[in-house]
């Protein structure tokens, strides 16, 4: 499904990604580990097409289509969906004006018919549901006032709305406290866990992976890959460090 090929990538002229590949198939979910600063958030930027993020070498395709020749929007309604590790702030528009926009872009850029309103709202409900979201909160400005937990949430409702293909998750625990976490981890596997699905999780901790399991863990050191294996890699990580184990 995703299949990344020799990647290289600059942020503001600097190397970050130096020769990164990575196969992830349908039905897979996939970790990757690492220390502060390997380029783990640049991977999810440089697929995403976040502009200062450039591609210097490599290939990444989505389904066999080359995602660095579309744009941003276009990669979003090729089914990819990157959940950020700082969500933005938006005073001024509800989360509910937010997400309906942005499943209408997606499926306009599909050359599908934007959702009713009742359509859009039953879709919605169902999907902050699943997050344990009430609709109430989802009708304030995106993201303002929300605690950590609570963006996460949101933006995995976001997640639920827009059904990606391919979802690149870049610390989605961090700032959860335990029962957010389980949520967010639940809200991952009933949205994202199916056969013609895959996810990429980004995480410091093992904790997320005790409740979305991963199928593959990788650690990400100096703009590369340098080890992959099973579960059972994260729990090596967090007993012995990234330094142990990536040397
Ligand atoms: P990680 O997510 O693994 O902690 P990042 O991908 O955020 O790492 O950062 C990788 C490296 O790129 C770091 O050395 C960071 O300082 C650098 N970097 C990231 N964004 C920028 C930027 N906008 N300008 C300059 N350097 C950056
Ligand atoms: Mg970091
Ligand atoms: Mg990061």
């Known amino acids: 499904m995703l299949e990344i090929q020799n990647l290289q990538a600059t942020v503001a002229d600097k190397p970050i990604l130096k020769g990164l590949s990575l196969t992830i198939n349908a039905g897979e979910i996939h970790a990757i580990m690492g220390p502060n600063g390997a380029g783990k958030s640049t991977l999810g930027y440089t697929l995403g097409g976040r502009p200062g993020y450039e ?3 490599g290939t990444a395709t989505l389904d066999g289509t080359d995602l660095f020749e579309l744009e941003p929007y276009e990669r979003a309604a090729a ?3 990157l959940g950020f590790q700082y969500p933005v702030e938006i005073p001024g528009v509800s989360f509910v004006q937010f997400l309906r926009e942005s499943a209408n872009a997606q499926r306009k850029a599909r050359g599908e018919a934007p959702l009713s309103g009742g359509e859009f709202l039953k879709l919605a409900k169902e999907k902050a549901g699943l997050l344990r979201m009430d609709m109430d909160m989802l009708k304030r400005p995106v993201n303002v006032g929300f605690s950590g937990g ?3 949430r949101a933006e995995m409702v976001q997640m639920g709305i827009l059904d990606p293909k391919i979802a ?6 961090s700032g959860l406290d335990i029962d957010a976490l389980r949520i ?6 009933a949205i994202m866990r199916k ?3 895959a996810v990429l999780l980004i995480t410091h901790y ?7 399991k991963p199928d593959f863990v990788h650690v990400l050191a100096g703009g590369r890959i340098v080890r ?3 579960p059972e890699l994260a729990l090596e990580l967090e007993e012995n460090g990234y330094e142990a184990v990536a040397a």
Not at 206 to 212: K, S
């Open 55 to 57: 591609v210097t070498g």
């Open 79 to 81: 089914g990819l969906f």
């Open 150 to 152: 609570e963006k996460k």
């Open 168 to 173: 690149i998750l870049d610390e989605t625990d």
């Open 184 to 189: 967010c981890g639940e809200g991952i596997n």
């Open 195 to 197: 056969p013609d699905k």
């Open 206 to 212: 093992q904790r997320l992976l005790d409740y979305v």
């Open 228 to 230: 992959s294996g099973g």
